[in-house]
């Protein structure tokens, strides 16, 4: 478990100064974790990838697990009682099934929380996950336009 936090430590964005990549550091943290949490974090990693292949794994913010994709689509904390997924633009997201339970008072971030014995809807979890990388990839594509409207 030392190893594992010393390693963190020294995590940048792209990639550790010890040449572990942010993927090894987010396996770090689920085997460091070892309990509920662990298996709750490596189960919300496997949705993600499930509905985004080409999601990139990034270690931020000393030490929290972040997906990416055009932009950030949300980070995984873990608490003591709770595995916390932040969604960088949650506030715009459709949730339909009704996911969103923590940070609902913001006017961009929203959570879901995943307490020890949650049952999480996984169809729900990654229709919401492709829905912000699909918000990501529209808000960089209207950003791409409005440069070039103004260069021309």
Same mark, same amino acid.
């Given at each position: 478990?030392?190893?594992?936090?010393?390693?963190?430590?020294?995590?940048?964005?792209?990639?550790?100064?010890?040449?572990?990549?942010?993927?090894?550091?987010?396996?770090?943290?689920?085997s460091e974790l070892s309990?509920?949490?662990?298996?709750t974090l490596a189960q919300?990693?496997?949705?993600?990838?499930?509905?985004?292949?080409?999601?990139?794994?990034?270690?931020?913010?000393?030490?929290?697990?972040?997906?990416? +994709?055009? /932009?950030?689509?949300?980070?995984? &904390?873990?608490? *003591?009682?709770?595995?916390?997924?932040?969604? @960088?633009?949650?506030? $715009?997201?459709?949730?339909?099934?009704?996911?969103f339970n923590s940070s609902?008072?913001?006017?961009?971030?929203?959570?879901?929380?995943? +307490?020890? /014995?949650?049952?999480?809807?996984? &169809?729900?979890? *990654?229709?919401?996950?492709?829905?912000?990388? @699909?918000?990501?990839? $529209?808000?960089?594509?209207?950003?791409?336009?409005?440069?070039?409207?103004?260069?021309?």
């Amino acid at each position: 478990m030392t190893k594992a936090t010393t390693a963190m430590k020294k995590s940048g964005s792209k990639e550790a100064e010890g040449g572990d990549a942010p993927s090894r550091l987010i396996d770090a943290r689920i085997s460091e974790l070892s309990d509920w949490r662990g298996e709750t974090l490596a189960q919300v990693r496997s949705l993600i990838k499930q509905a985004d292949p080409e999601v990139v794994e990034e270690w931020k913010w000393r030490g929290v697990p972040v997906w990416e +994709h055009a /932009g950030i689509i949300c980070t995984g &904390e873990t608490y *003591k009682n709770v595995v916390k997924m932040t969604f @960088a633009k949650g506030a $715009s997201l459709e949730d339909p099934s009704g996911l969103f339970n923590s940070s609902l008072e913001g006017n961009t971030r929203r959570a879901i929380d995943i +307490h020890e /014995g949650d049952k999480i809807d996984e &169809e729900a979890l *990654k229709a919401l996950i492709r829905a912000a990388v @699909a918000l990501n990839m $529209s808000v960089r594509a209207t950003a791409r336009s409005q440069k070039r409207s103004k260069s021309t």
